[in-house]
């Protein structure tokens, strides 16, 4: 009876979390995906961590209509070869996929599908402060990270998380993308930055006070038990304090409450200090009703490890190689064809001239 059950343990489809490559001491450096992982983490699910290295861009689109001649084909160029990579991170259980494009994200797919359901037990009495706080992270304190990350923090953090693997002028060219995307988004000008950068950091400061008092002296924010709160906060958190610069705001912000240090430190240590492996579950209880997906069996330490072959490359790595060919390809294209713009004006404007001439001459 125990082999088959064994059996049965091993013929469960595997739980794979898709998301960006680590990277400053973190399983993932992106600021979207990193709740995710919390929230798998919360749960006490086992799953396996793969990284997406074919999509490189963060999944802001870019409006591009206004553009002047030369960087609306350069920008079109990239849409085409780079298309918007927002479904990412996704969860894989079987045949169930859920991207973070569908329905309010990952989290609140895997809890609208049963799937994953920290906050099924949450009571009707906190259930609208729940909801408000909920919104609130994923708004005001999302739109702060995401302004630092792409319009005034350094170029380098946002280099490093999605364009590492790029070569430097596709990466540049990406990175101004992605920013004008950003300052769209929030409709920010020449004439009015430095009153959204305010708005911008107001709403944050409001967030973290209204949070600090929330959480208090508790463990968690609501009812003693982890929810997609605390999973959503503690993913903003992580990155604010070990991506973003010294100079940053927004961590100067956060640092002044103590005891949203003290959960930071608390759960960075319990569910992201194993990193790049899940195979100790976090120190806190978590109840089996959590979550539908199964947890990871007991591994046998003294097993020796198989060794490493050599890696052939995937399906994706093959595709980004060839995107990157295309890309070179399209932008020569695209000069030619703006070069080839400016020389029929300029034709056109010597036959007029000639014509004018001639007929002068008549």
Same mark, same amino acid.
């Given at each position: 009876?125990?082999?088959?059950?064994? $059996?049965?343990?091993?013929?469960?489809?595997?739980?794979?979390?898709?998301?960006?490559?680590?990277?400053?001491?973190?399983? /993932?450096?992106?600021?979207?995906?990193?709740?995710?992982?919390?929230?798998?983490?919360?749960?006490?699910?086992?799953?396996?961590?793969?990284?997406?290295?074919?999509?490189?861009?963060?999944?802001?689109?870019?409006?591009?209509?206004?553009?002047?001649?030369?960087?609306?084909?350069?920008?079109?160029?990239?849409?085409?070869?780079?298309?918007? *990579?927002?479904?990412?991170?996704?969860?894989?259980?079987?045949?169930?996929?859920?991207?973070?494009?569908?329905?309010?994200?990952?989290?609140?797919?895997?809890?609208?599908?049963?799937?994953?359901? &920290?906050?099924?037990?949450?009571?009707?009495?906190?259930?609208?402060?729940?909801?408000? /706080? %909920?919104?609130?992270?994923?708004?005001?304190? +999302?739109?702060?990270?995401?302004?630092?990350?792409?319009?005034?923090?350094?170029?380098?953090?946002?280099?490093?998380?999605?364009?590492?693997? &790029?070569?430097?002028?596709?990466?540049?060219?990406?990175?101004?993308?992605?920013?004008?995307?950003?300052?769209?988004?929030?409709?920010?000008?020449?004439?009015?930055?430095?009153? %959204?950068?305010?708005?911008?950091?107001?709403?944050?400061?409001?967030?973290?006070? +209204?949070?600090?008092?929330?959480?208090?002296?508790?463990?968690?924010?609501?009812?003693?038990?982890?929810?997609?709160?605390?999973?959503?906060?503690?993913?903003? +958190?992580?990155?604010?304090?070990?991506?973003?610069?010294?100079?940053?705001?927004?961590?100067? *912000?956060?640092? %002044?409450? +103590?005891?949203?240090? $003290?959960?930071?430190?608390?759960?960075?240590?319990?569910?992201?200090?194993?990193?790049? #492996? #899940?195979?100790?579950?976090?120190?806190?209880?978590?109840?089996?009703?959590?979550?539908?997906?199964?947890?990871?069996?007991? *591994?046998?330490?003294?097993?020796?490890?198989?060794? %490493?072959?050599?890696?052939?490359?995937?399906?994706?790595?093959?595709?980004? $190689?060839? $995107?990157?060919?295309?890309?070179?390809?399209?932008?020569?294209?695209?000069?030619?064809?703006?070069?080839?713009?400016?020389?029929?004006?300029?034709? *056109?404007?010597?036959?007029?001239?000639?014509?004018?001439?001639?007929?002068?001459?008549?």
């Amino acid at each position: 009876m125990e082999m088959v059950d064994e $059996r049965e343990e091993e013929a469960k489809p595997e739980v794979v979390l898709v998301a960006r490559k680590g990277g400053f001491g973190l399983p /993932t450096a992106c600021p979207v995906c990193l709740p995710v992982y919390c929230h798998l983490r919360f749960a006490n699910v086992d799953f396996k961590l793969e990284f997406d290295r074919a999509n490189p861009d963060s999944g802001t689109c870019i409006f591009a209509a206004s553009l002047p001649l030369l960087p609306l084909l350069l920008a079109l160029t990239l849409m085409f070869i780079y298309p918007c *990579s927002d479904h990412i991170p996704y969860v894989e259980y079987g045949d169930y996929v859920t991207f973070n494009n569908e329905k309010g994200g990952v989290i609140e797919c895997l809890n609208e599908d049963n799937v994953v359901k &920290l906050d099924s037990q949450l009571s009707k009495d906190c259930f609208p402060d729940w909801a408000s /706080t %909920k919104v609130m992270i994923s708004t005001w304190l +999302a739109e702060a990270v995401q302004y630092e990350l792409w319009v005034s923090c350094d170029n380098t953090i946002a280099d490093d998380i999605y364009f590492s693997d &790029l070569p430097w002028p596709i990466g540049k060219i990406l990175h101004w993308k992605q920013t004008q995307a950003v300052k769209q988004l929030h409709g920010i000008t020449k004439l009015n930055a430095a009153e %959204k950068e305010e708005e911008i950091y107001r709403k944050a400061n409001i967030a973290y006070e +209204a949070l600090s008092m929330k959480l208090g002296s508790q463990v968690f924010f609501f009812e003693g038990r982890p929810t997609s709160v605390d999973s959503l906060f503690l993913g903003h +958190a992580v990155f604010v304090l070990h991506v973003l610069p010294e100079t940053s705001v927004l961590r100067s *912000s956060l640092s %002044k409450h +103590a005891n949203l240090l $003290r959960f930071v430190q608390d759960f960075k240590i319990q569910l992201l200090e194993d990193s790049y #492996s #899940s195979a100790t579950g976090p120190a806190f209880s978590s109840d089996a009703s959590s979550s539908s997906i199964p947890r990871r069996k007991g *591994s046998k330490q003294n097993a020796k490890p198989k060794p %490493k072959e050599k890696r052939e490359r995937t399906e994706e790595e093959k595709a980004f $190689r060839r $995107r990157a060919k295309y890309f070179i390809a399209a932008q020569v294209v695209s000069i030619v064809i703006y070069l080839s713009i400016l020389g029929g004006m300029g034709d *056109s404007g010597l036959e007029d001239g000639d014509e004018d001439g001639l007929a002068y001459e008549e």
